[in-house]
């Protein structure tokens, strides 16, 4: 298709044929050129600066014509193809208390949540085929991200997701409703069509501001086909600091294991405990191969054709180059 935008010129520098004449002739094998001489001569410039707008117009609309022809196309980025995956909540404590410095980070320690944050992003990248919804939880739960295909979206929500978010600050209570997060994952994964429906819940803490018990909200979860796994984050002890030197005392009694196990178990889930950063990357990758994803999704390039640009700009010059012909001829006329 690209030869024919110097098919013109071929047509063009072809010698013009003449008609054999009968006796003798001057034969003279271009008459353009000779014309072009005769012009030179006679001192008449043989294309005068006005007319070559008539070459312009008709070489500019010809190469938009054939541009068009050749049917340009907008591509844009990749995108995933809807699937059905699992449906899968991920519900996080943003409560106050997941401020606790108390994960060892080879060394480096570090909060609650910026570990959970971390963890949960790489888990939700690793899920390629489900549909994943965020839910965040404090004295109240409520959902951060609808169920989707749209990871980054998920991943993004995460990264952003603030302490006390979901706390009744106007009163200043600082709670953590599990058996609430638990509901509200159940609410939004009823109606929906998935072979497999997963929560995670990840809490450092125990139920103290549900209106529906944790127990009885996996009752429910349990006959809607909701399998949980049930998470405690938090160190082994309770972390203090004293003129830069930092150490543990007393039991952490802040998790409720036994609630966290009982809610597993009622849905045929599992429940993990996360003592520092590396068994929280282990939990999760354990939970990965527990629930394994569907095989890597497929893609496509969504196409918009755009020969229609290039078309209407030819059409626009051609009736330029007419107009301006027309104009001419008029002119000749009046001059004659």
């Known amino acids: 298709m690209c030869l024919a ?149 998920v991943m993004q929500h995460i990264y952003e997701a603030q302490l006390t978010m979901a706390d009744d600050l106007q009163r200043g209570i600082h709670a953590t409703a599990i058996g609430d997060a638990i509901g509200l994952a159940v609410k939004r994964l009823r109606d929906i069509d998935a072979p497999d429906k997963t929560l995670i819940l ?48 007393g039991k952490n009694r802040e998790i409720d294991e036994k609630t966290l196990k009982d809610i597993a178990k009622a849905t045929d889930g599992r429940y993990f405990r996360a003592r520092n950063p590396e068994e929280l990357r282990e939990i999760y990758q354990h939970i990965d191969r527990l629930e394994p994803s569907e095989a890597e999704a497929e893609y496509f390039r969504p196409e918009r054709s755009l020969f229609h640009w290039p078309l209407s700009l030819s059409v626009v010059l051609f009736a330029l180059w007419g107009a301006v012909r027309w104009r001419d001829d008029i002119q000749h006329g009046e001059a004659a």
């Open 5 to 153: 935008l110097v098919l013109p010129l071929l047509v063009h520098a072809l010698p013009a044929r003449q008609p054999r004449a009968k006796g003798r002739a001057l034969k003279v094998p271009n008459t353009r050129w000779f014309a072009h001489s005769v012009d030179s001569h006679s001192g008449v410039s043989p294309s005068p600066p006005h007319k070559r707008w008539y070459w312009l117009l008709a070489a500019l609309g010809y190469i938009a014509l054939v541009v068009a022809a050749m049917r340009p196309l907008w591509v844009g980025e990749p995108v995933a193809m809807p699937r059905e995956g699992r449906a899968l909540v991920v519900a996080l404590d943003i409560s106050g208390s997941m401020e606790e410095q108390d994960m060892d980070d080879n060394g480096q320690r570090r909060s609650r949540i910026a570990v959970t944050k971390d963890v949960a992003m790489d888990f939700v990248k690793q899920r390629e085929g489900d549909r994943i919804a965020l839910v965040l939880f404090g004295t109240h739960p409520y959902l951060q991200t609808p169920l989707t295909f749209d990871h980054p979206t």
């Open 202 to 249: 990840l809490t450092d803490g125990s139920d103290n501001a549900s209106q529906v018990a944790p127990l009885k909200a996996a009752q429910i979860a349990a006959r809607e086909g909701l399998k949980i796994y049930t998470i405690g984050l938090g160190a082994e002890q309770r972390q203090a600091s004293l003129l830069g030197f930092d150490f543990g005392f």
